[in-house]
Every structure is written in C-alpha cells, then in structure tokens.
C-alpha cells in the first residue's frame, strides 16, 4: 500500500492566516492527490482534486499543489469555518486509495 | 441535489454479520462508482470497499477481504455492505461516498452521513 504521512498533525492558526499542510506519499503518484475537509461529527467534504483542482463550490482561499510525492493544500486567509480536520487521499491506480492521518486545524 | 444516506448501523457482538445501506438520490445512480469508507472512533479514514457503476467489478482492502462484501442493485439506488465475521476492530462510522465516475477515480465528490457500527459483547 502507498503510505501517507501528513504534517503538522495538529496546527494553531488566527483568522487571517496563511496555512499550509503538506502530505508526502511513499511513492510517485503523479497528481492523483486529493484534499478533504472533515468537521467533528460531519461526513469529509472534497476541496481539491487531481492536486490542484478546486471542487465546485469551494472558496478560492484554499487552494493545491505539488506533484510526485510531495503535495501542500493551502489556505491564503483563514477563516472561522475553515477550522476542522484535513485529510489528503492519494487515488493512483493502485488500490487501496489511502489517506493520511489527518491535520486539525485549531484556533490560536 | 445529491444524496446518500446510510443505514443498517448496530451493536453486534463479535463474529456476528450485519448489513449496511446506502440509499441515493440525485443522480444517475447507475453512472458512478460507489464506495465505503470507515472511521474507527477518534481516528482517521480508512478506504473499506469500492463497486463500479455497473457493480461488476468490486474491490475490497486487505483487512476486510473475505469478511464484508459489497453490492449494488441499480433499479433500487442503493449500495449495500453485508459484513460478516465481524471484529471489533471493525467498529467505525461507515460512510458511502460518490464517486466522480463510472470507473474508479477514488475521487469522492459526495459523502452520506455515515452510519455506526459497533463490535462489542
């Protein structure tokens, strides 16, 4: 299986903030990179795809890159809502689509 | 708007079966991948099964392969996951989630609310 590692694990931001959370996969996998939001007792939500893609309806704050084995999700200026739990997921051919760990995200 | 919830969720002792739902609306159901995921209490997500549009090809993780099985009945809208031998490690909220195509692209555009499933005696 591809191994994910996602840092930080845990994060304190202001609103306002840039942030950025990277996620490394134990091999190349392109851009089949995939970025979810996850609220506490909420199902995830997709932000980005295909490592760079917005979801339709996502802000344009939060935005996605790299390629290979090293990918960032960025968000240019957090907001109130923006606090939650991120998680990356590679889709390359190769099953199963893994996740990382996951970052949480929390007020300062 | 698309839809999918989940149901079927319980507390079930060790070795025991149960059978989750995923009813869908909202789309052509028919069109799209579906797939479960889990998520153990406090931790994080865990890709479980996924099935094609058609349901003819069915894809499992290692750590439920031979124990849950995935279906579909497309004249229905919904996804099913009949689990069975079932340990306590399998104690998650499941979720089912869209696929963004017909094919696996492991892109999952819309998730359901998830339903419990708790392994206990």
């Known amino acids: 299986d591809i191994q994910m590692t996602q840092s930080p694990s845990s994060l304190s931001a202001s609103v306002g903030d840039r942030v950025t959370i990277t996620c490394r996969t134990s091999?190349?996998?392109?851009?089949?990179l995939n970025w979810y939001q996850q609220k506490p007792g909420k199902a995830p939500k997709l932000l980005i795809y295909a490592a760079s893609s917005l979801q339709s309806g996502v802000p344009s704050r939060f935005s996605g890159g790299g390629s290979g084995t090293d990918f960032t999700l960025t968000i240019s200026s957090l907001q109130s809502e923006d606090f939650a739990t991120y998680y990356c997921q590679q889709s390359y051919s190769t099953l199963p689509y893994t996740f990382g760990q996951g970052t949480k995200l929390e007020i300062k | 708007e698309v839809e999918l919830v989940e149901s079927g969720g319980d507390l079930v002792q060790p070795g025991g079966s149960l059978r989750l739902s995923c009813a869908a609306s909202g789309f052509t159901f028919s069109s799209y991948a579906l797939t479960w995921v889990r998520q153990a209490p406090g931790k994080g997500l865990e890709w479980v099964s996924a099935t094609s549009g058609s349901g003819g090809s069915t894809f499992y993780a290692d750590s439920v392969k031979g124990r849950f099985t995935i279906s579909r009945d497309n004249s229905k809208n919904t996804l099913y996951l009949q689990m069975n031998s079932l340990r306590a490690e399998d104690t998650a909220v499941y979720y089912c989630?869209?696929?963004?195509?017909?094919?696996?692209?492991?892109?999952?555009?819309?998730w359901g609310q998830g339903t419990l499933v708790t392994v206990s005696s």
């Open positions: 091999q190349s996998i392109g851009s089949y």
């Open positions: 989630a869209k696929d963004r195509a017909w094919a696996l692209t492991g892109i999952y555009d819309y």
